[in-house]
Each structure stands twice: as C-alpha cells, then as structure tokens.
C-alpha cells in the first residue's frame, strides 16, 4: 500500500523527493514497437521546467532526462522502438539547495503537509516537503509524453484560463497565444494583465491561485465505463492528484447547478459523417462515465503556493507557537506550471482508457451505420 502508482494497463510508478539526487518514474504497460527517444519526452518537460521566468520557482533544473529501460532498436527500421516491457525514467536533481530550509527542521508551515505527513510517518523531508513537493510532477510530464505516444490522434491542450479573481475573456481564445507568454494563458491581453497584477502578488512577497483549463480533441465516443472505471471519475482523481489542486470539475462542473434542464441537455442532431452532432457540451465530453466523442474538458483550482515571506503563526513539534517567514526560491503562481502537468495526467488516464477498451471491446465501434 504504497500510493506511488496510479493507473491500470497503462501503470505509472514515481519516485524520488525534491532535494535527493534524482527522481524519476517507471512507465508499465506501454505497447511494443512505439518509437520513442529522449527527445520526445524531452520537449514537454522543457514546457514544466522551472526558472524560466521572474513568475516562477528560480530553481535551475535542467530536467534532462534519462531512458534506462524499455527500449531497443528495431532491427527492420533502425529506430529505437519500445519493447512492452517497463520503462525507466531518472531526471537528475542539480540545483538544490537544502540550507534554505534549515530554519524549519522542526517547524511546521501553515498550509503546507508538513504537519500532515509527520502525523501519519512520524518522520519528514523539510528540505522542500520532500515528496510532497511539486518537484515530483516533472515526473508526470515525463509518463505524459510516453502516454500521448500511445494516443496520438488526441490532441491534449491546456491552458491557464483563471488568476486570482480574473478570469480571461473566451471571446478572446486563441491556443497559439498559450506558447506567446509565460502562463500558457489564450487571451492575449489577460496575460499582459497578469504580467504586472502577478509582479505585485510577487513584490509583497505573496503568492496566488489560479484555474487551468485541459481539453482533449479527437478522442473517440465509448472510452470509459459506466461505474467504477467512471472516464470523468478518473480524470477527477489523476487531476486531484497534483501538489496544490484542491478543485476539479468537468464540462460546465459547478456551474451547471444553476442552468435548468433544458439548458443543460446536450442535444443531438445527426452529423454528415454518420455519427451524432451535439449542438453544445455541457457535459464535456463525458456521459454516464463514457466519452461521447465530442472534446473532453477538465479545470482545477490551483491554490496559491503555501511558501511566502509573509510571516504566519504556527506551531513546532514539540507544539510551542511560533511565527514563520519561508524563504527560498518559490513560485508566486504555482498554477502556472500546473499547465503542463494537467495535460500530462489527462494524456496518462486516456492511454489507460483507451488499453482497457481495446482490450474489453476490441478497435471496432459499436456505434451502428445509418440506416
């Protein structure tokens, strides 16, 4: 009962915490002959690696990454190809800096799981919470990239949709604008906002939340099942998953309390390809716990990162009061590199999905010709 590993057929296991030498993860269940190198993970973990702008973590990583198993070259081709068997990825830590943290060996910081995990281990990293750190999740962007290959007629995209109490405007949607500035944001002129509005949350030595938006196209209707292998259920825990996440919804979520029946319905039309045409997407992609085809959409609340300048009140372990000021090098915006680790999550879940249903159903839709 470690809790390390999530998924089914498609099965990731991580390791490693944020000031050990490295961390890493190891992929099972990948299908054989997928042409895979380094370079394909490579480019989605440059998208999460910190420091490369003033609104995150100065922490220098240079996330390369390692293949150590799972592949070889296939003979017919020449290109390295991956085997079936399980595949093991190192990204080497290089920046740490353990000092920074050598004021609270036995201080607790509000908001954080310091507290949480010396009550359940009896024992925690203070240098950067250890594994509970959002260090972990390059990790993930690293199964994501293995996960996409194994899907790759789904086109995964996220975007930073919320800072804060601001939310873009949709009328101003643009995907390409998401790789023109440093939040992954669609509007163009949200993120010239957010660039001085987050400058300010930074310079008072604060820090804010932020919603993300995950769409996933192309996925095909009948991925999913009708009760506890749940599609939207599952997109739900992998997304609840990651450091700082303390919200998600799917389709219209929390909002669709409020529209009545007739608002909500996604009604359907016949299309010209011979499959439904729905007239919206309420429900985002997701019916009864099955895909239906149309694009799958996901958002979470990213809380604001717990570590500021800020002093707060706390507690140590032997219970005394104390104040709390947390240096070191954090993000004012954790949300902003949740981005990329959001779609690396929704890519290993609809691998996953997409191997069960192979496997219970076959490649062939059930979905019946017209008459």
């Given amino acids: 009962m470690s809790h390390n590993s999530f998924g089914h057929l498609f099965r990731v296991t991580t390791f490693g915490e944020s000031h050990g030498p490295a961390i890493g993860c190891v992929v099972d269940g990948c299908p054989p002959r997928i042409e895979l190198v380094e370079e394909d993970i490579q480019i989605f973990l440059e998208r999460r690696r910190p420091g490369q702008s003033r609104f995150t973590t100065q922490r220098q990583e240079a996330d390369k990454v390692k293949i150590l198993s799972g592949v070889f070259d296939d003979p017919q081709t020449g290109r390295q190809v991956t085997t079936g068997t399980p595949i093991a990825l190192l990204i080497e830590n290089t920046d740490q800096r353990s000092k920074d943290y050598d004021a609270i060996k036995t201080v607790y910081r509000p908001g954080h799981a310091d507290y949480a995990y010396d009550a359940k281990y009896g024992v925690r ?11 972990e999740t390059a990790t993930r962007v690293a199964a994501g990239a293995v996960a996409r290959k194994i899907i790759p007629g789904v086109l995964i995209r996220g975007a930073l949709v919320q800072m804060g109490p601001h939310k873009i405007d949709r009328a101003n949607w643009d995907w390409d604008e998401c790789a023109k500035n440093p939040f992954f944001c669609p509007d163009a002129k949200a993120a010239a906002f957010f660039e001085s509005y987050l400058d300010g949350v930074r310079k008072a030595g604060s820090s804010i939340g932020a919603v993300i938006e995950i769409v996933a196209e192309n996925a095909p209707a009948g991925w999913g099942a009708p009760i506890y292998g749940k599609l939207d259920a599952e997109l739900a825990s992998a997304l609840m998953s990651i450091n700082a996440v303390k919200g998600v919804e799917i389709g219209e979520g929390f909002a669709s309390a409020e529209l009545t029946g007739e ?11 011979d499959r439904p045409l729905f007239l919206s997407n309420h429900a985002g992609g ?3 716990g099955i895909s239906t085809g149309q694009p799958i959409v996901a958002r979470f609340a990213v809380k604001p990162t717990s570590s500021i300048l800020q002093p707060r009140l706390t507690i140590d372990r032997s219970g005394a009061e104390a104040e709390i000021v947390t240096k070191g090098r954090h993000d004012p915006c954790v949300g902003i590199r949740a981005v990329p680790v959001g779609e690396a999550m929704v ?8 191997l069960r249903h192979r496997g219970q159903v076959g490649e062939s839709s059930a979905w019946p010709s017209r008459p």
Avoid: P
């Fill in 286 to 288: 997701v019916l009864g």
């Fill in 125 to 135: 990293d203070y240098r950067g919470g250890g594994r509970s750190s959002a260090r």
């Fill in 263 to 273: 608002e909500n319905a996604d009604e359907m039309r016949f299309g010209n390809d």
């Fill in 347 to 354: 890519a290993c879940v609809l691998a996953d999905q997409f």
